[in-house]
């Protein structure tokens, strides 16, 4: 995956603002932020979106929620959303799966 953007931030050759780490996730500030709050939660493992999982991903997958959990309380968030988008009709423009931790201010629901 020696093109992918994700994959180069967790190989640290392009730099972000990291807030977590651990072996199998990382947790970066958006580059472009929507909230005050706005960062990304992301495997280490190149998965190309959610859609592309598979049943050997599961513990991975409820790590990273946990991750994000996790990450929400240590940045004092109470109310927040997590979301990713699955696919280019659902708005998804980084072909490595991530899930968007957005807080800070009123949402809206449902998104657009
Ligand atoms: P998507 O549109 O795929 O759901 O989300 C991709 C996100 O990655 C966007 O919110 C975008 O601002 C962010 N992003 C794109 N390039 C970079 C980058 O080089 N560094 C960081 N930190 N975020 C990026
Ligand atoms: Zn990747």
Redesign the pocket.
Known sequence: MGSC?FCK?AAKE?P?QFIFEDGEALV?????PKAPTHV?VVPKKHIARLSASTDGDRALLGHLQRVAARVAESLGLDSFRLVT?NGVGA????DHL?Y?LMGGRAMQWPPG
């Open positions: 953007l931030i392009i972000s970066f500030k958006d580059i472009n990304l988008n708005g998804q423009t980084v991530h968007h």
